[in-house]
């Protein structure tokens, strides 16, 4: 049962740190982000925001996937 919390409980970040790269703008995104700043230097904006929601469509992917893995082996 512990296991299934944790689980969901990770799950859940993923796909909140997902969201955040999809909502965020640009300037907040490559704040903290040293490839992010070395990427945005030398591609432009476009590239860069095209590279974050990538990232964040990923994330929220990756999320969904680990919860619906951890409401399966829960049941056996």
């Known amino acids: 049962m ?3 919390i ?4 990770c ?9 955040a790269a999809l909502r965020r703008p640009l ?6 982000d040293p490839i992010g700043k ?3 230097e030398r591609r432009g904006e476009v590239v860069t ?3 974050y929601r990538i990232y964040g469509v ?3 992917v990756l999320g969904m996937v680990i919860a619906y893995l951890v409401l399966n082996l829960s049941r056996n």
């Open 58 to 60: 990923a994330m929220v």
């Open 6 to 9: 944790v689980g969901l409980i």
């Open 49 to 51: 925001l095209r590279v």
């Open 11 to 19: 799950a859940m970040l993923i796909m909140i740190n997902g969201f």
């Open 2 to 4: 512990i296991q299934v």
């Open 27 to 32: 300037q907040a995104l490559v704040e903290r």
């Open 38 to 40: 070395r990427i945005l």
